[in-house]
């Protein structure tokens, strides 16, 4: 999924495309959770995945062939992400539709940010765009590293570095308070 954050809008498309299929399939394993046997229920799961992954597939190329280039192959790697099959199997199978629905509206949601904050980053960065709008003026150069699959790696890095920092400031500030 990283590889294809090299703009906001793949980023975007892929964690809506994400949150479809998390939602869809929640929702059907929670409904067919008394249904499906113990001994084939990951075999089910997949299924039930990979058929959404296939609706997403043919919505994404309806609607936009250039979205649909860009995302290839990405698209169906949909059906082995382990936030999908996880989610399946760990919430959805052991609970009632209306917390799978939430369930998995909140996991979809998040994933979605993330790409995004991902993929604004990279695009910014690596082409001076922002949604192909053009941010900087013609001098800018940009960081060509960013557009490319190992970009998503140093953007990831810096967003949990960020992510680290903030978590260290919190402690010591609650430390600070405690020995106030």
Known sequence: MLAVTNTATNALAMGLATLFVLLCSGVLVSLLRKVIPKEVRIACYIIIIATFVTIVDY????I???I???LGAFIQLIVVNCVILGRAEAYASKNTVVNAFVNALGMGIGFTVALLCLGIVRETLGFGTLFGLTLFGPNFQPWAVFALPPG?????AGWLFVFAL???RRTQNKEASHAA
Do not use: E, P, T, W
């Open 59 to 62: 919505s994404i190329q309806a």
């Open 64 to 66: 936009s062939l250039d």
């Open 166 to 168: 903030i978590r260290k």
């Open 68 to 70: 649909h280039k860009a």
């Open 152 to 156: 998503g790696f140093f953007v990831l």
